[in-house]
T-cell receptor, first 116, second 112 residues
């Protein structure tokens, strides 16, 4: 099956610093990648949808200047959490799809971000 | 607004029991309903349902969709401790940009 990787798998940073998370589709070209955030004991919340070579579409309530998404190629998307604060601590998960009518999404293993 | 509601939110049973998890939804431009299992990390795919009345089966797990009544169920028979996880229901659809909308999840705990 299709494999999506994320790096790093966990990161701890100080408040005010920026953190970059990478999402790669390893064996297929991803027309679209999605970024989700999951707080403890809650479900996945879509943050943004990104298509290669174009600007990401952010969900309502997600600050695009704080969560910078770059989808530079068909196999790589990055999420940068700028000026991170403790309330940004969460589990960030990406998924990728190769397109098609049913658009099956393949999830990465997630990145746990802890901001001190 | 697109919405997915799962019930129960939490369920504790004994090993060997059979469980039924529910997912009801409202979504524009329905394309498919998906079930995922989430343990410590990201969700793993279980089923994708697109047509009413056709049961999907994988070992002890099965699922069915009712597009008229707008719900799906996930059954697990002869449960094992390894089935303990959060089960997520998600809808693929939406107005304009297509996206996955997740339910809150059902936290299933199987006690030995």
């Amino acid at each position: 099956g299709a494999v999506v990787s994320q790096h790093p798998s966990w990161v701890i940073c100080k408040s005010g610093t920026s953190v970059k998370i990478e999402c790669r589709s390893l064996d297929f070209q991803a027309t679209t990648m999605f970024w989700y955030r999951q707080f403890p004991k809650q479900s996945l919340m879509l943050m943004a949808t990104s298509n290669e070579g174009s600007k990401a579409t952010y969900e309502q309530g997600v600050e695009k200047d704080k969560f910078l998404i770059n989808h530079a190629s068909l196999t790589l998307s990055t999420l940068t959490v700028t000026s991170a604060h403790p309330e940004d601590s969460s589990f960030y998960i990406c998924s990728a799809t190769a397109g098609g009518f049913y658009n099956e999404q393949f999830f990465g293993p997630g990145t746990r971000l802890t901001v001190l | 607004e697109d919405k997915v509601v799962q019930s129960p939110l939490s369920l504790v049973v004994h090993e060997g029991d059979t469980v039924t998890l529910n997912c009801s939804y409202e979504v524009t431009n329905f394309r498919s309903l998906l079930w995922y299992k989430q343990e410590k990390k990201a969700p793993t795919f279980l089923f994708m349902l697109t047509s009413s009345g056709i049961e999907k089966k994988s070992g002890r797990l099965s699922s069915i969709l009712d597009k008229k009544e707008l719900f799906s169920i996930l059954n697990i028979t002869a449960t094992q401790t390894g089935d303990s996880a959060v089960y997520l229901c998600a809808l693929w659809g939406g107005q304009g940009a297509q996206k996955l909308v997740f339910g809150q999840g059902t936290r299933l705990t199987i006690n030995p």
